[in-house]
């Protein structure tokens, strides 16, 4: 990574799911030490603290059956407002979540920066779930869907444009949960995944060498969105919806190692850290020191 800048920003948003505690994620990480891990990194690092929307308690939309759509939409315009402002600063926007709906502001204040923005997807599902396709309304399950321009139009027009990024600049690493309705638009839309099958039979390095080799000739800029869920339970317990079989902490930690060499990664987001269901801040833990290897961390 160039930039020798970083601005953290924190959403502590648990509004695109109904399992509360998500809210407390970035002060989880906080409390875990980023901003001192990445100064001894040599880094310049300016904590723009969190944003603040309040809660009101759960509303579903009549119309599209989603839950707390205004709310959503409202916190996901801030952060894009933020990101934005990141970016114009000429620093490396470091997001911190708060629930994977938030990826539709992170996204939105990153792409119009970009040409040809990829996206890495760590995650243990799909996130391309509609109000159509899925089973709960919840809108932490939508966010890339609503990236490619598919869903509804308040969280899909964000900053006036649509979509963020094309199917063809996404790679998810990770997958093992994924709804019908995500799989037939994974196979419509020609979308590059490597599920844990892959992940098993070709090896980490294998499937990132693939992953950076994908994009960085087809892109300008690589934005890593990466839910804590897609490392194994085991690894990280403090998530909200857990799959068990996941990418272990060694394979977490290369695939960021082998990020960082390649020089892709132009920003960077962490999602989903829950404390109320963690041990011992676990989760947060293994957050930051993830964000250390993206970010030239090195054993040696």
Known sequence: MALKKISIIGLPMDLGQTRRGVDMGPSAIRYAGIVERLEGLDY??????????????????????????????????LLAEKVDEIIKNNAFPLVLGGDHSIAIGTLAGIAGHYEKLGVIWF?????????????????????????????????VNLKGYAPKVKPENIVIVGA??????????????????????????????KVMEECIHYLKEKTDGVHLSLD??????????????????????????????????????????????????DECNKTAIVAVALMGSLLGEKLL
Not at 125 to 154: F, Q, R, W, Y
Not at 181 to 190: D, F, N, P, V
Not at 256 to 272: K, Q
């Open 176 to 205: 093992r949960s994924l709804d019908e309705g995500e799989k037939e638009l994974i196979h419509r839309q020609g979308m590059k995944v490597f599920t844990m099958h892959e992940i098993d039979r070709l090896g980490m390095a």
């Open 228 to 277: 804590l869920d897609g490392l194994d339970p085991t690894d990280a317990p403090g998530v909200g919806t857990p799959v068990n079989g996941g990418i272990s902490y060694r394979e977490s930690h290369l695939a960021m190692e082998m990020l960082a060499e390649s020089g892709i990664v132009t920003s960077a987001e962490f999602v989903e850290v829950n404390p109320i269901l």
């Open 123 to 155: 995650d243990a599902h799909g996130d391309l779930n509609t109000e159509d396709t899925s089973p709960s309304g919840n809108i932490h399950g939508m966010p890339l869907a609503v990236s490619l321009g598919i869903g509804h139009p308040d969280l």
């Open 44 to 77: 310049k690092v300016h904590d723009l603290g969190d944003i603040v929307i309040g809660r009101e308690k759960v509303i579903t939309d009549p119309e599209s059956n989603l839950k707390n759509l205004q709310l959503v939409t409202k916190g996901n315009q």
